[in-house]
């Protein structure tokens, strides 16, 4: 009798490799360093310290701080637009919707402990040069259209351009480049640090900055939504303003 080949028996030896592509975590070859999602958080950012550099330059140039104050409605004005023009794709903004009653309670706490935190940690050592500040009075009398384009530009669109780009994007791009992919729940010691640290040198105030990087940055952590960040950063932004304006503190602005 002559042996039967079963064709159900495993062949003797290794497998071969029959997997294609890299292996899981691994980035493509040919991916970029930087997405389409990851530049339509940068822009806006990147917008803004545009104008805060050409508002430098034309101070330098023999330009008077007071015919400057417009370029904050303008700043505030061409942010707010690119917002809206890369709105779809800023995904966890559209999914989940704004968070519920018990975070929501959490979050404004959060926005009013920053904001008292704030204007306390004010001492000389904690501060990045002088801070002349902006300054809406002409002749003494207070021009109110300065000032609510001041605190419109500061609650609404600097939360989100802030958040989008330092918790959103920088935060978890830290820890991998397909930022998105990165449960904010998961960032490492390394993002949530680093982030951190260079929002509070982005600001004159730079360890009431830290502490608020911090703040929001855990916020966005604990709830997984990044509405959390940017309800407490406009709340602390909207109580910072209208304490500026009834105090005339304008160095805080």
């Known amino acids: 009798m002559t042996e039967q080949h079963d064709a159900r028996r495993a062949p003797s030896g290794p497998r071969p490799d029959t997997r294609s592509g890299p292996a899981p975590g691994t980035p493509a070859p040919d991916a970029p360093f ?30 008077a701080r007071d015919a400057l ?18 709105w ?28 008292v935190l704030w204007i306390n940690l004010d001492a000389p050592w904690m501060r990045i040069g002088p801070v002349p500040g902006y300054d809406p009075t002409t002749a003494g009398a207070i021009d109110w259209l300065l000032v609510a384009s001041r605190i419109a530009g500061a609650a609404l669109v600097v939360p989100v351009m802030e958040e989008l780009f ?11 480049a397909d930022f998105e992919a990165v449960e904010p729940a998961r960032v490492g010691f390394k993002g949530l640090l680093v982030s951190s640290l260079l929002f509070g040198v982005e600001h004159a105030l730079w360890l009431a900055g830290i502490v ?42």
């Not at 930087?34 to 050409?54: D, E, G, Q, T, V």
């Not at 104050?69 to 890369?86: E, I, K, N, T």
């Not at 330092?166 to 991998?176: H, K, Q, T, V, Y």
């Open 34 to 63: 930087l997405n389409r999602a990851a530049w339509a958080r940068i822009l806006p950012f990147a917008a803004w310290i545009l104008f805060i550099i050409l508002g430098d330059m034309l101070e330098h140039a023999g330009w």
């Open 212 to 253: 608020a990087g911090l703040a929001y940055a855990f916020l966005y952590m604990r709830y997984r939504n990044l509405w959390s960040a940017v309800l407490a950063h406009a709340v602390t932004n909207g109580l910072l303003g209208a304490w500026v304006v009834a105090t005339g503190n304008w160095s805080f602005w």
């Open 166 to 176: 330092w918790r959103s994007f920088l935060m978890r791009w830290i820890e991998a």
């Open 88 to 115: 779809r794709h800023y995904h966890e903004l559209h999914h989940p919707a704004l968070p519920g009653a018990g975070p929501l309670l959490a979050c404004s706490g959060a926005g009013l402990l920053v904001f």
């Open 69 to 86: 104050r417009w370029l904050y409605p303008l700043q505030s004005g061409v942010v707010a637009l690119l917002l809206a023009c890369s």
